[in-house]
C-alpha cells in the first residue's frame, strides 16, 4: 500500500514497477484503482501500470473541500512527479477521462498519449440533472440505501454480482464526500473547444450498451482529438466497459500501447 501527499491530499496508489513504458490509469465516477485490475494483469510486466484513487474515493485520504477536475488533472500530473515519472501514457475512465484530458491540455509534453474509455468532453446533459443532484441529496442524507446504490450501479456497471462488489465499497465511504465530488461531476466545464489542441496519440473505447455516457459522444471526441487512431467499440459493455468486457479492450488496448 502506497501513498503520496499531492496538494493537500494523501494520494493512494499502486504501481507495478518494471522498465516498460509508464501508463497511468484513472477511475471512473465512485469507483477506485481496483476497477483496473483486470488491465493491470494483462499489461504488467510490459508495461509499467500506476492505478491510484482520485479525490472523495477510495483510500484516499480526502480534505473534503471543493474541487475541480483541473485539481484532479494535477493531482494526476503530481502523482508523475512524486514518482519521477517525466511523461507517460494517461488512461482513464469516465471522470478519469475527463481529467485525463484536461492533464494533456495543462502540461501537453509530459502525456505521450491518451486511453480514453467510456467518456467525453463536454457538460452533464441537463435534463438528467435533476435526477443525479437528487441522487446525491438522497446519498447524503441517507446513504446508498439499496434502491439507490442498485440504481446506480446498474448505470456504471448492470453487472449483478459485480455491482454488489461495488456497492459494499460504497457503504465504506464517508458519505459526505459525495457533496465535493458529486458537485465536481455535475458542474465540470465543457473543454470540447479544446480538445483539438490535443495532439499526442489517443484511442478511446467506449460501451455500445452505456445509457450514462451515449457512444455519440465517443465519436464526437474521437473526431475531434487530431492524434485519435480510432474508436474501439465494446459490443455490448455498459459504462464501466474495461471492468465488465476486459477481454474486448485488453488486445486493442496492448496493441495502441505497443505502437508507441
Known amino acids: 500500500m502506497a501513498f503520496a501527499d499531492i496538494d493537500g491530499q494523501r494520494i493512494r496508489f499502486e504501481d507495478s514497477g518494471g522498465p516498460g513504458w509508464p501508463v497511468v490509469l484513472s477511475h471512473g465516477f465512485l469507483m477506485d484503482h481496483e476497477m483496473f485490475d483486470p488491465q ?3 499489461l504488467a510486466p510490459e508495461f509499467r501500470v500506476i492505478t491510484w484513487d482520485e479525490r472523495g474515493f477510495g483510500e ?12 484532479s488533472a494535477r493531482d494526476c500530473l503530481g502523482l508523475l512527479d512524486h514518482l519521477g515519472i517525466e511523461r507517460a501514457v494517461l488512461g482513464g475512465m469516465s471522470q478519469g477521462g475527463f481529467l485525463s484530458l484536461r492533464a494533456a491540455l495543462l502540461d501537453p509534453e509530459r502525456v505521450r498519449a491518451l486511453v480514453l474509455i467510456d467518456t467525453q468532453s463536454g457538460t452533464e446533459d441537463p435534463e438528467r440533472l435533476p435526477g443525479y443532484r437528487q441522487m446525491q441529496q438522497t446519498w447524503l442524507q441517507v446513504g446508498p440505501v439499496d434502491q439507490l446504490a442498485d440504481a446506480i450501479a446498474n448505470l456504471i456497471i448492470g453487472d449483478p454480482e459485480l455491482n454488489q462488489i461495488w456497492i459494499a465499497k460504497w457503504r465504506q465511504l464517508p458519505r459526505e464526500n459525495f457533496k465535493a465530488a458529486g458537485d465536481c461531476l455535475f458542474d465540470r466545464d465543457d473543454i470540447t473547444d479544446r480538445v483539438g489542441e490535443i495532439t499526442c496519440p489517443a484511442i478511446v473505447f467506449h460501451g455500445t450498451a452505456d445509457v450514462s455516457i451515449e457512444i455519440e459522444k465517443a465519436e464526437q471526441l474521437c473526431a475531434a482529438l487530431p ?3 480510432g474508436l474501439v467499440r465494446i459490443e455490448g459493455a455498459p459504462h464501466a466497459s474495461n471492468l465488465t468486457h476486459p477481454e474486448q479492450v485488453n488486445g486493442p488496448l496492448r496493441e495502441f500501447l505497443r505502437s508507441l
Open 227 to 229: 492524434g485519435c487512431t
Open 40 to 42: 493491470v494483469a494483462a
Open 60 to 71: 484516499t485520504e480526502f480534505d473534503g473541500q471543493p474541487f475541480t477536475y483541473w485539481d
